[in-house]
């Protein structure tokens, strides 16, 4: 290839939601893209049409994320994961969210800025619900982690960290005057969130057959 070539290849990123692979061993072990990690004193999350991350907002109270936050590639939170939460909470009239699979990823590691790409081994996960959509939380560790990489099961962490991931889920969208209706349904095992994203690969697939 020419270098002229070369130059023109290099203008181009993937789409970390569609131009990334999610791994051949999903969904043991997944790739992911990182939005935010604990240093983040403001909410990042990625522009569905550029890719590129963008500044949601300001955290408006003291709590912060308490560990590495982003998602999953070629995942959606739509009908099938939708069905799931109905299926195992008696709820109805629950839609996906229509945004990609999201997963929090623990590891004993400091990685001081997200926008990067990382395998994890899902663990667990919640149940959430915000409002009447489905808004799983995927529980990971980060893969060969030199702590958290022994950890089959959400049973294996220590009580504090699951509810430190709980009490950031159940109050990172509150907002001064407005109440928000988001439970954590469930709390699930290593099984079940393989089902999880499972399914919202399935989604995926359905939503966005040509990519």
Known sequence: MSKSK???CCRFRSHPWHGIDIGSSAPEVVMTFVEMVPTDTVKYEMDK???YLKLDRPQRYS???PALYGFIPRTLTGEE??????EKTGLT??????????????????????????QARPIG???????TEADDKIIAVLHNDAVYGEYADIKDCPPIAIER??????TYKDIPGEKRRVSIDEMYDANEAREVIKRSMNDYERAFPWK
């Open 6 to 8: 070369d130059a023109e």
């Open 49 to 51: 049409v550029s890719g």
């Open 63 to 65: 709590n912060v994320v």
């Open 81 to 86: 994961v939708a069905e799931r939460t109905m």
């Open 93 to 118: 009239g629950i839609r996906g969210d229509g945004d990609a699979m999201d997963i929090c990823i623990l590891t004993e590691k400091d990685i001081t800025h997200g926008d990067i790409l990382v």
């Open 125 to 131: 996960g919640f149940r959430m619900i915000d409002g």
């Open 165 to 170: 991931l709980k009490h950031y889920f159940l």
